[in-house]
């Protein structure tokens, strides 16, 4: 006869059975035939139920999260950031609170910033949202010396960098993660099983819902983490993006440009006073349709034109929503795209996972085995290093590195600015931006993705290739992509003709006085499309020199011919830093 402690433990499991059924049918509803707002409140609750019985039950094995986030001279997205955590944190209290504190969910805020002001609004943000429940340590530049000094004997130069002392901020995303996950080995404890969860400053816990027209903390993350890491034995799971897009404007042009055009063809074929034609009508979202090459991802580009969802409450004439699309068109040197929002798609996170074949360096999550991976190359500074690093994940990991259907909010810009808060390579002066240094490093990131991609297909990195074998493939990809940037940018410069030509014609009616302001932010947009993508791109010159190249040749060569040694160098670092049991 079981005892009765058997018993209560029995009922225990079976009221969390009965409370997961319930879940799963507030799910359900919550998304059916779209999203249905008024039922998030009680989907949230539900989870906190669940966290009141799970926490009578006691003894508690769920993982525990260590979340990594960069931050570079950005303390308003970070802000923006831990305020989505808490929420989430609170909306659905994975894991509970003990003492004050959330108990499985803790924060690494590792500060890339250089900017003395910045870093100090850095800290006081820390200790505000610590102060409130997030278990928050502040991984500061001194004590990102301090660490790299312990390691001094240890030659990490090629995967974290050899910044001065003096100027230790700004390392870049790559970098910085690197040097993280090193103080992530030194401090390891027993107890729950931990995940590692790695996101950017300028992501939020929550997903853009077309259907609401807003972005809303509908998605457990943590307990669906959990979930898919106790159902599997995955290594590393990898999320993607909803909002803006995760690539940089040195691949959108062409694309926004046919839907500026189609914009500018629509209003010109309308009354200025009439409504804007309701944003229910925009395209259906294709995957990567913000990428002008789209195809080398195995996806088709759309053909048609996507609409421009004006943000202005509906009814709005055509007059004011021309002058709000006006208002946008500079976030898009920024990194957003006006035009091509992503859209979450609610399916089961559960049921939604697969093989994956690219990392979202600001939305991965892994265990902490899973350690032995740094982002590679990393001094080189390229735009691509998760995908890139998906590739090697891929070929050695196979069906241990997954994709599940768990998006994060990616807002790049400001709403007060229209602008980023921080961004390498993007320089702004006045209405001039430049962002020629992003577009080379989206080249040649572009670069070193595809030739991973192709040397994994002879059997790297479990196999050292010939020195010859990976400069020739270099080099072909390299022949091949420039071919495809010259074919990209021809196309280019020929939209940007039109445009010029749409735009100025004077019988249009934004050439009305009462249009001039925003006739004005077209011109701009124009120009600086013209400056970064046209007949005299900035871009462009970064990548067309031959000498640029050979410069470029020789320091990938060299990155690709040390992978295997910094392998060899991070597992002797984590060693040396990994406590002993």
Excluded at 110 to 126: K, V
Excluded at 351 to 365: D, F, H, I, K, L
Aim: net charge neutral; hydrophobic share 45%.
């Amino acid at each position: 006869m079981p005892s009765p402690t058997t018993c209560r433990l029995a009922s225990a499991d079976e009221q969390i059975a009965a409370q997961h059924a319930a879940i799963n049918r507030f799910e359900s509803a919550l998304w059916d035939g779209g999203f249905n707002a008024s039922l998030l409140a009680s989907y949230q609750s539900a989870w906190r139920r669940l966290e009141t019985l799970v926490a009578a039950r006691g003894n508690d094995r769920r993982h525990r999260f260590v979340l990594i986030i960069p931050v570079a001279d950005s303390p308003a997205q970070l802000r923006r950031c831990l305020a989505s955590l808490l929420e989430l944190c609170r909306a659905f209290g994975y894991g509970g609170m003990r003492n004050g504190r959330f108990s499985k969910v803790s924060v690494i805020l590792a500060d890339d910033s250089e900017d003395t002001g910045l870093i100090a609004e850095n800290r006081a943000i820390a200790r505000e949202f610590d102060a409130q429940g997030l278990a928050i340590d502040y991984f500061g530049l001194a004590d990102q010396l301090a660490l790299m000094d312990t390691l001094a004997h240890a030659d990490l130069g090629s995967i974290v960098g050899t910044a001065p002392r003096d100027a230790f901020g700004h390392k870049g995303q790559a970098m910085m993660r690197n040097i993280a996950y090193l103080k992530l080995a030194q401090q390891q404890e027993t107890g729950a099983p931990l995940l590692v969860y790695t996101l950017d400053a300028d992501q939020q816990f929550k997903v853009k819902v077309e259907a609401a027209g807003s972005d809303v903390c509908a998605v457990n993350f943590f307990a669906q983490l959990d979930a898919i890491f106790s159902a599997t034995d995955a290594d590393v799971l990898t999320g993607k993006v909803v909002g803006d897009p995760p690539v940089s404007p040195a691949v959108m042009a062409g694309n926004f440009l046919d839907d500026v055009a189609g914009f500018l063809r629509e209003m010109a074929a309308n009354d200025p006073a009439q409504p804007y034609r309701p944003n229910a009508a925009n395209t259906p979202d294709a995957d990567a349709a913000y990428h002008d090459m789209a195809g080398l991802f195995g996806f088709d580009n759309p053909a048609d034109a996507y609409r421009y969802r004006c943000t202005l409450t509906d009814p709005a004439s055509n007059a004011a929503c021309f002058s709000d699309f006006a208002r946008r068109l500079k976030c898009f040197f920024h990194g957003e795209h006006p035009t091509r929002i992503t859209w979450y798609r609610h399916q089961p996170a559960l049921e939604s996972v697969q093989p994956a074949r690219t990392v979202y360096t600001g939305n991965y999550v892994f265990r902490p085995r899973a350690l032995s991976w740094f982002i590679p190359f990393a001094p080189l500074r390229l735009r691509m290093s998760g995908p890139t690093l998906g590739r090697l994940m891929k070929a050695e990991l196979g069906d241990k590195f997954i994709s599940a259907n768990l998006p994060m909010l990616h807002t790049r810009t400001l709403d007060a600015t229209g602008e980023a808060e921080f961004r390498p390579g993007v320089i702004t002066r006045a209405d001039t931006i430049d962002v020629a240094d992003e577009f080379e490093r989206q080249f040649y990131g572009d670069v070193m993705l595809f030739t991973v991609e192709r040397l994994t297909a002879l059997g790297f990195p479990q196999q050292a290739l010939s020195s010859e074998t990976v400069a020739a493939t270099l080099d072909a990809v390299h022949v091949n992509l420039a071919q495809q940037y010259r074919t990209r940018h021809a196309e280019i410069v020929k939209k940007l003709d039109a445009l010029t030509r749409m735009l100025n014609d004077p019988a249009r009616w934004w050439h009305a006085p009462a249009h001039a302001q925003a006739l004005a932010q077209f011109r701009v947009f124009r120009d600086n499309m013209q400056r970064n993508f046209g007949a005299d791109s900035l871009g462009h010159a970064r990548v067309a020199p031959e000498a640029d190249w050979r410069r470029w040749r020789r320091r990938q060569l060299a990155a690709l011919a040390r992978f295997h040694a910094d392998r060899r160098v991070w597992s002797q670092a984590l060693s040396a830093l990994t406590p002993r049991r």
